[in-house]
């Protein structure tokens, strides 16, 4: 690779995009992916839905418009119904396994969740969590009993466990892995790290996978912490970069997203290697969860501590705007609620963060 060539292009990617940025804010509209003006989404008052909660990170709606969100830590899943009571635990994972206290840094624990496409029949949430040997996807019921494992054997670490779950347009699961602090993970095909796995919702591989028998949907991934489908049934992927750039990329089956070879834009070997759609230094994003509502792409970035909005018009992705900066300090998640509303987690008592009063809290964003 021709590490100058590398570097030079990721530069002049860098100062596009912050330009953009800083053209977008100021005007007050998105750009698209011609580079047409388009018109930003609004973001009403943001509304608590709820406060004082502990590193919440997975976040999900029940079919009834409920959520249930994991603490971190706690090893808790919280049922919180909009504009009822305080939220309550509905479950306590067993085996979670994890530092005494956040100061340590400790990144694993339970994470992301997702409610099976038939829940209403079988009940299911599944929950991305760390043991004391490994990192596993679990399914269970709301009506209590012991998780039933889908997938173990994902290598834990203190750092890049990956950790989100989402159910396809196709109903299948998939999970977003980290290389666990081992960079060659990344690209052995064996290793279910620094992927995004496609499973069947008891676990196996799923049909039609590049390759069969195997759960890999795509490779070369550092920390993978946000998946979403447009309205196109594109799917898009938030990634940590090291020390450069994070990335959002367009996730296609088969193909190698360049980690630990290539960090950003770069050289993509004869078109071996595919380039990130969207890149942002670490302290302005940082990005983990990610939600589409029409033609925005929402990024929630924790370093960064701000939301960003990426217009999809024009078949693409455009110049990313910066949105709540610097209002509620780190933000994890941000999913679509039933009735269109964003909900927003923050993140601020990881052991990162300043712990402002009410933390750790959910919030809600009417979308205009």
């Known amino acids: 690779m021709a590490a100058g060539r590398t570097t030079a292009v990721r530069r002049r990617t860098a100062a596009l995009l912050m330009a953009g940025a800083v053209l977008t ?18 973001l009403g008052a943001g509304e608590e839905v709820a406060t004082g909660l502990d590193i919440p990170w997975g976040l999900v709606f029940l079919p009834t418009g409920e959520a249930l969100v994991s603490e971190r830590h706690t090893g808790r899943i919280l049922l919180v119904t909009p504009g009822g009571d305080e939220p309550r635990e509905v479950y306590a994972m067993p085996g979670v396994t994890g530092p005494e206290g956040p100061e340590s840094g400790w990144e694993g624990g339970l994470m992301g969740l997702a409610v099976s496409p038939g829940y209403e029949d079988d009940g299911h949430v599944y929950a991305y969590l760390t043991t004391e040997d490994d990192n596993r996807v679990v399914r269970f019921r709301l009506d209590g009993g012991a ?67 195997s759960p890999v949907y795509s490779l070369g991934h550092r920390n993978v912490q946000g998946l979403v489908w447009d309205d196109e049934g594109r799917l898009f992927a938030t990634e940590f970069g090291q020390d450069a750039f994070d990335e959002v990329n367009l996730i296609e089956p088969g193909r190698d997203y360049g980690w630990p070879e290539v960090e950003g834009v770069g050289d993509t070997d004869g078109g071996r290697l595919t380039n990130p759609l969207v890149t942002w230094t670490p302290d302005e994003a940082s990005p983990s969860g990610a939600a589409v509502v029409g033609d925005t792409l929402y990024v929630a970035a924790l370093r960064g501590e701000r939301l960003w909005t990426v217009s999809l018009e024009g078949g693409g992705l455009g110049e990313p705007t910066a949105r709540l900066e610097g209002e509620y300090g ?14 927003v987690t923050t993140s601020n008592t990881d052991g990162r963060g300043d712990v402002r009063e009410g933390d750790d809290r959910i919030l809600r964003f009417e979308v205009g």
């Not at 989100?164 to 980290?178: K, S």
Request: charged share 20%; hydrophobic share 35%; glycine share 16%.
């Open 330 to 343: 780190r933000l994890r998640t941000v999913e679509v609620a039933p009735d269109g509303a964003l909900w």
């Open 25 to 42: 804010a100021c005007a007050g509209t998105d750009v698209g992916s011609d580079g047409a003006a388009v018109p930003a989404p609004d």
């Open 147 to 213: 998780p039933e494992v889908v997938l173990d054997g994902i290598a834990r670490h203190a750092y890049h466990d990956g950790g989100r779950l989402a159910f396809g347009p196709d109903g299948m699961l998939y999970v977003a892995t980290g290389d666990a602090g081992r960079p060659a993970l990344a690209q052995d095909p064996d290793s279910p790290n620094g992927k995004i796995l496609r499973l069947t919702p008891e676990g196996k591989a799923a049909p039609g996978n590049p390759t069969p028998g």
